[in-house]
């Protein structure tokens, strides 16, 4: 499965963005999803995870009640709504996929995930 993340930009603390990760192949309800990120000079985070139905989900700490994962099966795409956003959350966001078959299971960290997307800036500032 090949993924393409966008909607990054630049948006003052407090503010919202909503990323985008667009799939390709005709299996993408099969995949567990999840998004990543990693600000310069630190290690790729996760941030969170959501299951092939969207039924499960997983948030780090640091962005829960803030973040909201989701995805349209029809459209092969998960969607990530960030609000409340602080200067903290400026990374590079990646998604992920790995392969769930039947399991309805969220995957939580970096070494559960098999296929990356090239990234999308995102930028807050104070």
């Known amino acids: 499965v090949q993924l393409q993340a966008s909607g990054g930009g630049l948006v003052q603390a407090g503010g919202s963005l909503r990323l985008s990760c667009a799939a390709s192949g005709r299996t993408f309800s099969s995949y567990a999803m999840g998004w990543f990120r990693q600000a310069p000079g630190k290690e790729r985070e996760f941030v969170v995870g959501i299951s092939r139905s969207g039924g499960s989900t997983y948030y780090a700490d640091s962005v829960k009640g803030r973040f909201t994962i989701s995805r349209d099966n029809a459209k092969n795409t998960v969607y990530l709504q960030m609000s409340s956003l602080k200067p903290e959350d400026t990374a590079v966001y990646y998604c992920?996929?790995?392969?769930?078959?039947?399991?309805?299971?969220?995957?939580?960290?970096?070494?559960?995930?098999?296929?990356w997307g090239q990234g999308t800036q995102v930028t807050v500032s104070s």
């Open positions: 992920a996929a790995v392969f769930a078959g039947v399991h309805d299971y969220t995957g939580r960290s970096y070494g559960e995930y098999d296929y």
